[in-house]
């Protein structure tokens, strides 16, 4: 069962990266324009409305892979705000304040900013020139 689907690993992370990316731009929809939910938003010029921006664009940017690395650092660094600030003053663990989105978001977009955009990228096709594998880092 070693490496099962092993061959198949970059395209796994290509879509992992995609649908985390836009799931999380859907935050930040939410946010700014009240799309999906209720229609609420926030004012632009908080730190609800910075979140909002850096949830979209971010998100977008990670979808697409355009600067992934550095768009999922930054959005990793405000999933971790955002659990200290929102989450852990309610309880100690994310499952009692309801901070495992957060810390999950957060280590994922870390892991992104590491490995980089892979495959299916707008960053991966500037680097055509490098040889594609699954270690291959964009």
């Not at 926030?42 to 550095?70: C, D, R």
Request: proline letters at 3%; charged letters at 15%.
């Amino acid at each position: 069962m070693d490496r099962f689907l092993g061959n198949y690993a970059p395209h796994f992370y290509a879509l992992l990266r995609i649908v985390a990316g836009l799931l999380f731009a859907m935050h930040g929809t939410q946010k700014l324009f009240g799309w999906p939910g209720d229609g609420d938003t926030v004012e632009l010029a908080s730190l609800m409305g910075l979140a909002g921006i850096i949830e979209l664009v971010g998100g977008l940017m990670i979808a697409f892979g355009v600067f992934a690395s550095w768009a999922a650092f930054i959005a990793s660094g405000e999933m971790a705000v955002a659990y200290f600030m929102a989450h852990a003053p309610q309880a100690m663990w994310p499952l009692q304040n309801q901070g495992e989105l957060a810390a999950l978001y957060c280590f994922l977009f870390l892991y992104i900013a590491a490995r980089g955009a892979g495959i299916w990228s707008i960053d991966g096709a500037r680097h055509r020139d490098r040889v594609v594998t699954a270690d291959t880092r964009y």
